[in-house]
């Protein structure tokens, strides 16, 4: 009986009416399909895909009944992930089923950002497309894009070079070009090299983010419980140098929360200790020395400096000394300093001073297939994002007429210091290809949605982090749900549309087109090919989820190739007044941002501060508590670029001086389950830019905190009230014992 | 007999959450939104729980991975006034969602409150509806609902094997937990088959329950961290 | 409240109007085995139905000038990829959170006509027996030894 | 013309029973307005889902269960103390037994209700009836809420029963007089009705005494059993300061206190509206009221040795919820039931003065809510401090779990207003028996002096 | 009178047990001499040769034994008819069968006790008319009546009712 027969029959009080609610079933119904498909109806088929929700690349399997895509589970073949999801990566259902979900190419009408748009039909917007492109001189057009790496970035690199406009502007984390830089500088390679921690003893980390999202979570998740579990005999020790504690830092065996800025010191006073120690081979003393020419800071210096007790950093360096297999890995928060550079280079060229280039559990060079060699133009040099930003806003180079940006939205990503927001106001055509009303695609006059990897043919190499070249591929796993494509078949459609001296440069049908023939030509080159005729290779490759090298390839980096700078101190924006250093972080909730649509990942609490539905900023006891703070307060935070109002977590982790706050919130629209939640934390980072790069220094922002309110902020786990005693339900590492452990938590 | 279990490796897991977001899809699970999450109405099947130990700077987290524990002797069981909940013979803690009248009652005698209450009828934004999984039902209003080590994997895994003639082998089954885990984690089987990998992992001496003195016997291990 | 129990399992609910006059008996007269159609039937939960692509393939030759055959061949060519939708004439509702599967049934032996009724002699697919009533399915589940735990079916 | 008991002061005892009373009317309104905001806020929630009250992870017990707690402590007012006082043979129970009944029977149906407005899914709640069905399932004997069901259902059949059944003699009383004053009204149909034909012959008489002194019997150990499995309920599951062995008696003793708290307050209330000061005389309160001081005195000793063999075990978990309790979240909660259950009562009733009628009704109406808070304090306070600290959790109830509160409120005020007009609420038979005994008494006690004195003389 | 009834009101139970001993010795059978009261009155007050007694503790006995028992039986026997998988785990075990048990006990004893009151008192009688004078029931008098079959011995009883009251 249903509940409405229930209150009829209450109200009645009449047995009799009950009767109703059960002669009549409720109606269902048996849809026969046109078509046979593979499966029969209700069975389960699992297809490889490949996940684009970050640069990882996973290889993913997706089961699909009655053609819906139902659930995502990893492929175990394949090596960036060997079967593990993460929840990004699971939550692309919610991307290709979303409520809000562009199907259609958007026009706007009305006012340009004020988010009114109509549908047009996808050739019309194409053809709207060709035409905007040949209003324009050639180099007032400007390109954002995505997968520098990849094939369609470099497809979006001919492109730029055919129609003669300058190169495009690739949308990233932008540590990552610091990272490259230093492990030019540190290691030799062009690219980021693979660190083999799964393989390591010990692993000394310096700032880098391995086990957040952003990188590649799942790989080096894996990677670091085999480091510690998967061997019989040693369990691998992480220690986790960073000021804010990450969800790196939080499984880190040690964790050393250095002043923020002063990673490199850290890095530079161990380095001295190993060479003072005299275990170090005179050869590669001498390559470190290319590298760092100077004295290192002592460890007393150093302990200054980093305010870490110098025991501590002695205990670390000698622990890295001694291990068999130690490693040293750098990156994130202490890349986005002003002194980044040097900071990622100290921490790399330890790896030099241990000898573990080329080594088990060391240091290897990137591989990849080398598929983008033909597709790339001569002159491969991209435009810093950094330039194009001060091309839109007029202080440089040519102005930009025609802006296109290609499944990015530096919009929302891009520091509020570079102006990007006020801008592209003033960009005369702005096209966006984009699944979702970001902050990008409000500001456009033509949206291209996107179809969900799931819905296209996909090819994509991971970058560097399996250590073996990894090329994803899959053909669609189900029926696309609206007019969206691949950008590169956009990109194709376009260009096959536009003049010859354009067209006849992409001659590929389709993006499927182009990846089937570049495997065909660099046939001898796969790995695992030999004998095997292309199609027969292909196929056997989309049976399996793509084409994976193997790690027998692996080459040591060649080492240091020039000297890094010297280690400035680094600078921060904002006088005193400004009194917290800003750390900016990916949580595993929303990511970047691309999860903040999805109501699995807004309803997912952060590991550390269990939020849910919303953003935070995380304050230390001690400091909430001078600032007459509580826990779910709202606050405002305010630095010289812009303010913003979110909510208070306090937390007995955050280092005194320092808060974080999540990046990914904040939208203006993207959809119902991200409008107006939370707010964006690259609204306070300044324009300031790491040393000897074009990186923005998003770490180096100073801010101001004020209490405004209080507030309902949404958790999962329970408040931390201060000087209360947790109760960890079962025993753990450190205390070796499986009975009840009380530990008293910080005192306010 | 068989008696499903799953090793849950502390020292592996990294908090990461993929577990979690992994059952939501698999299970049906409702999200319920972010006023009535303000009201503690989340689900999650799985969850990690987080604690702090000690004083900045030497503060630790630990993550805890908790999910239903199918205790063998389960407080949730016998207070049910309808047989909603019970032990099948496999060893699940069953949850039969046709027959909860909601009285809470075992939510509420559950030590490790893993118990979720459907506290309004599950909404789900067109076309979202698309991805529920055909095999799990999708709980209405006012019934109580859990993990259940996704049972309809295991039926199915039983179910292929029965075709196939043979015995359900080990590591044939994953839950959607195990299954996504990126630090392989979680292990799933059957601990009353010795040879079985979870049995090997609960024969070892990081073995330990959660708050093992209820003598709730759970099914599900933690390996504690450490060397 | 007892009459409520008492009332639901009364009658049988008529035959649901279908958009095809779709005739088992013919079918079966012309020694088309079940399965042919109904191809999930021992592997799958659902016995499933053939793609209309299926039924087509037999009827462009034959009875193609049958009234029905034409208007089925009319949606299968001119339905713009639309596909027929039956009523389900054996309903468990969907609020009693059963997750029935052929495939376990059909091994046990059971015959299709046990929870069907003979289908092979109907014009029209009827329904013979309430397979929504509970009761009915446990007896078979006792009788022949199948798990009466609750969860085999509910979860 | 007047028989011998058959006093002058009856008169305001039958009153009520006919014509328009302004003051019964006005009461019968309000808390009638109270009923339609219980069955408003009750369909609002069936309608839109238990989700509208404010209960959630983990307190998925709120105001209804300790509501249905504090009712079903409500109800040991009357059954259980009358019974007790006819067992003993107390003579001053007369006037009281019939109101106090009344309370149990209204409570007791008020109670019954609220495990059924907590269910998530009322519609079916005959899941936990014992139906022979197709289904093959069967409810869960093992539940302590099946024992709540049967336990509630024994207690409140036996309690309107042993209402019911004194109340026959006086509804022929009252029909005996209509019969006469108004033959054909449609109230003297009612009690022509009511009565059940009653004669009050000699063997009437002497099966109704003997069946209600069986009843006092057998009522007793099922109140005694009805606030034990109440306090199951809690002392079956393993939480934190619930899976206590003190809690049968420390629950029974707990709902005499209430019970005799909330007789306080009707007796006093009844006392200044009906008149009846002759019945429920200072006599009458002060007895009580030293019941009440002994319960007062009870209560504390258990509230005291429950508290203290938490602290003296210090086990983490349940020292979460102690301290919540005597420092923490619920520590106002906590501290206004000491003062308004121990310190109050302690203060005001050891004293004659103090068990005047206004000051039991004053005690008693400060019990009635430490007695609510202390179910509160058991329900919510446990609840919001699971063993995982990390699923700690939050209470703040929606103006449903309130507006169902009042209302309960209203319905017990409604039913009895209603009651008041059906029924004389002082039990004039017994009153008149009481009356007779006293003059057979001293018309004994006159025979035996006069013998005496013959004796002496001759 | 017209219904062949006499009917007498005392205000003295003294009185009424003097009037009651004069039709016993009258010879007026027990059973067509009633005598009504609005409280209970002392034991005496009885027509002569009339017993009273009540089988009220021995009712209530077996039927809490008889509710006892039906209530065990449910649990213990019905639940195992209906044999629910519990992983081995008791359906019921010994001490909630016990719990029910003497809920039985309850429900039984008050059932056959309620039960037998109206038996004996022969309620519900709602087809009994009203006499004339019952309203002195109301005013706590005592009424006898004495059932007359014929005009004289009408006439006969009616003297030694008012010799009682005398």
């Known amino acids: 009986m249903r509940r409405r027969d229930f209150v009829k029959a209450t109200s009645v009080a009449a047995g009799a009416t009950l009767l109703e609610g059960c002669g009549s079933p409720e109606e269902q119904f048996i849809v026969q399909r046109v078509r046979q498909t593979p499966e029969l109806p209700g069975e389960s088929g699992w297809r490889f895909s490949v996940c684009r929700q970050c640069a990882a690349g996973c290889g993913i399997v997706v089961r699909v009944v009655d053609g819906d895509a139902k659930k995502i589970e990893g492929n175990q073949a394949h090596p960036v992930n060997k079967g593990g999801v993460c929840a990004l990566g699971h939550s692309l259902l919610q991307e290709l089923y979303n409520p809000d979900r562009i199907l259609q190419a958007q026009r706007s009408s009305g006012n340009r950002g004020s988010g009114a748009f109509e549908a047009v039909a996808w050739d019309d917007a194409i053809a709207q497309v060709v035409s905007a492109i040949g209003a324009v001189p050639a180099d007032r057009i400007a390109i954002v894009a995505s997968d520098r790496s990849g094939l369609t970035g470099a497809l979006w690199r001919r492109f730029a070079a055919a129609l003669g406009a300058p190169a495009p502007a690739f949308l990233e984390a932008p540590e990552l070009e610091v990272e490259r830089r230093a492990a030019q500088l540190a290691l030799g390679t062009t690219d980021l090299p693979y660190f083999d921690i799964a393989n390591a003893d010990c692993v000394l980390s310096i700032g880098a983010p391995i086990l957040d999202p952003g990188r590649s979570q799942v790989h080096f998740t894996r990677a670091f419980a085999d480091m510690r579990r998967a061997r019989p005999t040693r369990r691998g020790r992480f220690i986790q140098a960073e000021a804010r504690m990450s969800l790196t830092a939080a499984n880190a065996d040690v964790w050393l929360p250095v002043r923020p800025g002063t990673e490199g010191v850290l890095a530079r006073a161990i380095a001295g200790h190993i060479l003072a120690s005299g275990s170090v081979p005179a050869d590669a003393a001498r390559r470190y020395r290319v590298l760092f020419p100077g004295d290192a800071p002592s460890t007393a210096d150093a302990a200054t400096q980093c305010d870490v007790p110098e025991e501590r950093i002695v205990a670390v360096a000698e622990e890295l000394r001694t291990a068999e297999r130690g490693l040293v890995i750098g990156g994130g928060s202490a890349a986005a300093h002003s002194n980044g550079l040097a900071n990622v280079a100290a921490a790399l060229g330890l790896n030099v001073l241990l000898g573990n280039l080329g080594r088990v559990g060391g240091v290897f060079a990137p591989a990849s297939l080398g598929l983008t060699r033909t597709v790339e133009p001569s002159n491969p040099a991209d435009s810093p994002i950094a330039e194009l930003a001060a091309r839109l806003r007029g202080e440089s180079g040519e102005p930009v007429e025609l802006l296109i940006v290609a499944d990015a939205d530096p919009v929302h990503a891009l520091p509020a210091g570079w102006g990007i927001r006020e801008a592209i106001g003033r960009v005369q055509t702005v096209i966006v290809l984009s699944s979702f009303r970001d902050d990008t695609a409000l500001q456009a006059n033509l949206i291209l949605p996107l179809a969900t990897e799931l819905e296209r043919f996909e090819a994509y190499e991971s970058p560097t982090s399996a250590g073996v070249a990894a090329l994803g591929l899959a053909e669609a796993v189900v029926e696309p749900m609206g007019d969206g494509q691949h950008p590169a078949d956009i990109l194709l459609a376009v260009a096959r549309a536009l003049p010859e001296s354009v067209a006849s440069r992409f001659t590929w049908a389709s993006y499927e087109a182009l990846v089937r023939a570049r495997v065909g030509e660099d046939l001898a080159r796969m790995p695992g090919s030999a004998g095997a005729t292309a199609s027969a290779y292909l196929s056997a490759a989309i049976d399996r989820g793509g084409i994976f090298g193997d790690a027998a390839a692996m080459s040591a980096p060649s080492g240091p190739t020039g000297a890094a700078p010297e280690l400035p101190g680094a600078l921060s924006e904002g006088g005193p007044e400004y009194a917290f250093g800003l750390l900016p972080f990916a949580s595993v909730k929303n990511g970047d941002g691309r999860g903040a649509n999805r109501p699995w990942l807004q309803e997912h609490p952060d590991p550390l501060s269990t939020v849910m539905w919303g953003s935070w900023v995380e304050l230390s006891p001690a400091d909430a508590a001078e600032l007459g703070i509580h826990d779910g307060d709202r606050v405002r935070v305010e630095s010289q670029t812009g303010s913003v109002e979110t909510h208070a977590v306090i937390d007995p982790a955050v280092r005194p001086g320092v808060v974080s706050m999540p990046l990914g919130h904040g939208y203006a629209d993207n959809g119902r389950y991200a409008q107006g939640r939370g707010a964006n934390v690259m609204a306070l980072v300044g324009a300031g830019r790491v040393d000897g790069t074009t990186a923005s220094a998003w770490a180096a922002t100073r801010v101001r905190i004020t209490r405004v309110g209080e507030g309902t902020m949404v958790r999962f786990g329970r408040r931390y009230e201060g000087g209360e005693p947790e109760l960890i339900p079962v025993g753990w590492a450190p205390q070796q014992t499986s009975q009840l452990v009380q530990i008293r938590g910080a005192r306010v | ?227 | 409240m007892a009459l409520v129990m008492v009332g639901c399992s009364d009658e049988l609910p008529p035959p649901p109007p279908q958009p095809i006059a779709f005739s088992h008996s013919v079918h079966i007269e012309n020694e088309i085995e079940c399965t042919r159609c109904h191809e999930g039937v021992e592997t799958q939960a659902q016995a499933g139905l053939p793609a209309m692509a299926a039924c087509a393939s037999c009827h462009r030759r034959q009875a193609a000038d049958h009234p029905e055959v034409v208007k089925f061949m009319e949606q299968y060519a001119n339905g713009n990829g639309e596909p027929m939708v039956w009523r389900k004439v054996h309903v468990i509702p969907t609020s009693a959170m059963v997750h029935f599967k052929h495939s376990p049934h059909v091994r046990a032996g059971v015959d299709c006509a046990t929870c069907h009724g003979d289908v092979g002699s109907m014009t029209v697919a009827q329904q013979v027996v309430d397979v929504a009533n509970m009761g009915w399915c446990l007896d078979c589940h006792r009788e022949q030894d199948a798990s009466i735990d609750c969860m085999t079916c509910h979860h | 013309m007047s028989g011998p008991a058959a006093s002058i002061h009856e008169e305001a005892l039958v009153r009520p029973l006919s014509g328009f009373r302004p003051k019964l009317f006005f009461g019968s309104l309000v808390t009638g307005l109270l009923v339609a905001v219980l069955f408003y806020s009750w369909g609002y929630q069936i309608v839109n889902d238990i989700g509208v009250a404010g209960i959630n992870r983990p307190v998925f017990w709120g105001f209804y269960i300790v509501n249905f707690v504090f009712w079903i402590g409500i109800s040991h007012a009357g059954t259980l103390i009358s019974a007790i006082l006819r067992v003993t043979q107390a003579e001053w129970r007369r006037p009281v037994t019939r109101c106090a009944e009344a309370i149990t029977t209204f409570a007791l149906m008020i109670g019954g209700l609220f495990p059924l407005i907590h269910l998530g899914r009322p519609w079916i709640f005959w899941y936990m009836i014992p139906l022979p069905n197709e289904r093959g399932i069967w409810p869960n004997f093992r539940s302590p809420l099946m024992w709540d069901v049967l336990a509630i259902t024994t207690y409140l059949m036996g309690s309107i029963l042993y209402l019911l059944l004194p109340m026959i003699p006086d509804f022929a009383i009252i029909r005996d007089k209509r019969l006469r004053e108004y033959p054909k009204g449609l109230k003297t149909l009612f009690f022509r009705v009511a009565a059940l034909g009653w004669r009050g012959t000699p063997q009437q008489w002497f099966s109704l005494e003997a069946g209600i002194k069986a009843m006092a019997v057998v009522i007793i150990p099922v109140a005694v059993s009805v606030h034990t499995i109440v306090s199951w309920d809690f002392a079956m599951a393993i939480q934190p300061m619930w899976h206590s062995t003190i809690f049968g008696p420390y629950f029974v003793v707990g709902a005499i206190y209430s019970g005799v708290a909330v007789l306080m307050v009707a007796m006093y209330l009844l006392r200044k509206g009906l008149g009846i000061h002759e019945y429920l005389s200072d006599k009458v309160f002060n007895n009580l009221g030293l019941m009440f001081l002994a319960f007062a005195m009870l209560w504390s000793y258990f509230t005291f040795a429950e508290h203290l063999t938490v602290w003296y075990g210090n086990e983490h978990a349940e020292r979460a919820v102690f301290d919540g309790r005597i420092t923490g979240e619920f520590s106002g909660f906590f501290w206004t039931m000491i003062i308004v259950n121990t310190v109050i009562p302690l203060l005001i009733l050891p004293w004659p003065k103090g068990r005047k009628p206004l000051g039991t009704a004053i005690v008693g109406l400060g019990v009635l809510v430490g007695m609510w808070i202390e179910r509160y304090l058991i329900v919510v306070g446990t609840l919001s401090t699971p063993r995982l600290e990390y699923t700690q959790g939050f209470y703040t109830p929606s103006w449903v779990e309130i507006g169902i509160l009042v209302g309960s409120v209203g319905l017990f005020g409604f039913l009895y207003f209603a009651f008041l007009q059906l029924a004389p609420i002082v039990s004039l038979w017994e009153v008149r028996e009481g009356e007779h005994l006293t003059h057979r008494a001293f018309a004994a006690e006159q025979a035996l002096r006069a013998g005496r004195e013959g004796a002496s003389h001759g | 009178m017209a219904d062949g009834r006499l009917h007498a009101v005392f205000a003295r139970a003294a009185d009424a047990r003097a009037a009651l001993q004069r039709l016993g010795q009258d010879g007026v059978a027990p059973e067509n001499v009633e005598v009504r009261s609005s409280v209970p009155l002392e034991h005496d007050v009885v027509p002569v040769g009339a017993t009273i007694k009540s089988r009220i503790p021995w009712t209530s006995l077996a039927g809490a034994t008889v509710g006892g028992t039906a209530f065990f039986l449910m649990v213990k026997l019905t639940s195992e008819a209906y044999p629910l998988p519990t992983g081995g785990q008791p359906i019921v075990g010994l001490p909630p069968a016990g719990v029910i048990t003497f809920e039985g006990v309850a429900i039984g004893a008050v059932l056959t006790t309620v039960a037998t009151v109206l038996f004996e008192c022969g309620l519900p009688g709602w087809l009994k008319k009203p006499g004339p004078l019952d309203h002195h029931i109301a005013l706590d008098h005592i009424l006898v009546s004495v059932k007359c079959d014929e005009g004289a011995s009408t006439a006969w009883t009616a003297h030694a009712v008012e010799t009682a009251r005398g």
């Open chain 2, 1 to 227: 007999m068989t008696r499903w279990g799953m090793a849950i490796d502390t020292d592996r897991c990294t908090g990461c959450g993929a577990c979690a977001v992994a059952c939501h899809a698999e299970n049906n699970i409702q999200t319920v939104g972010e006023v009535e999450a303000a009201r503690g109405r989340a689900m999650h099947w799985m969850r990690i729980e987080r604690y702090y130990e000690g004083v900045f700077p030497d503060v630790k987290v630990r993550f805890q991975p908790v999910l239903c524990q199918q205790c063998g002797h389960a407080p949730c069981e016998p207070v049910c006034p309808v047989y909603a909940t019970y032990r099948t013979p496999e060893g699940l803690n069953a949850m039969v969602y046709a027959r909860c009248i909601g009285t809470r009652y075992c939510a509420n005698n559950c030590p490790y409150t893993t118990r979720y209450f459907n506290w309004f009828a599950p909404e789900f934004d067109a076309p979202l509806e698309r991805q529920l999984n055909p095999s799990v039902s999708v709980r209405p209003a006012g019934v109580m609902e859990k993990c259940t080590f996704c049972v309809q994997r295991i039926q199915d895994a039983q179910e292929v094997a029965a075709q196939e003639e043979r015995e359900v082998r080990d590591g044939e089954i994953k839950t959607a937990c195990s299954q996504s885990c990126p630090a392989q984690a979680i292990t799933f089987g059957d601990l009353d088959d010795p040879e079985s990998l979870v049995a090997l992992l609960a024969r070892t001496e990081r073995t330990t329950h959660l708050l093992e003195d209820l003598s709730t016997e759970p099914s599900v291990i933690y390996l504690r961290g450490g060397r």
